[in-house]
């Protein structure tokens, strides 16, 4: 069993940053690839940004390119989604989740653990 705690989420405005924390405890963290997505009220979750297991490779929706950076830090058990330059259409709960393998994916249904979400709210 895997259990994941997101936090960092807050209200935020425009132009403003943010940093999410997903703490994973139950498994070999460092064996799997880590995944963001989000949920907007109304919306299908979506693929935010994933990163490998040793950090070689990441991938992000094109929404985020340039703005948002994902990272890990193994030792720590801990991934990070470093937002910036938020806009309102971020705003949507912030899910992190561990992928089957050591892969990055934008495909949700390859990820088997997800926390339980923290609250993201940007404000215009």
């Known amino acids: 069993q895997v259990q994941l705690v997101e936090s960092g989420g807050g209200l935020v405005q425009a132009g403003g940053s943010l940093r999410l924390s997903c703490a994973a405890s139950?498994?070999?963290?460092?064996?799997?690839?880590m995944g963001w997505f989000r949920q907007a009220p109304g919306k299908e979750r979506e693929f935010v940004a994933g990163?490998?297991?040793?950090?070689?490779?990441?991938r992000y929706a094109d929404s985020v390119k340039g703005r948002f950076t994902i990272s890990r830090d193994n030792a720590r058990n801990t991934v990070y989604l470093q937002m910036n330059s938020l806009k309102p259409e971020d705003t949507a709960v912030y899910y992190c989740a561990v992928a089957r393998f050591g892969i990055v994916t934008m495909d949700p249904y390859k990820y088997d653990y997800w926390g339980q979400g923290t609250q993201v709210t940007v404000s215009s």
């Open positions: 139950g498994r070999t963290f460092s064996s799997y690839g």
């Open positions: 990163i490998t297991s040793n950090s070689g490779s990441t």
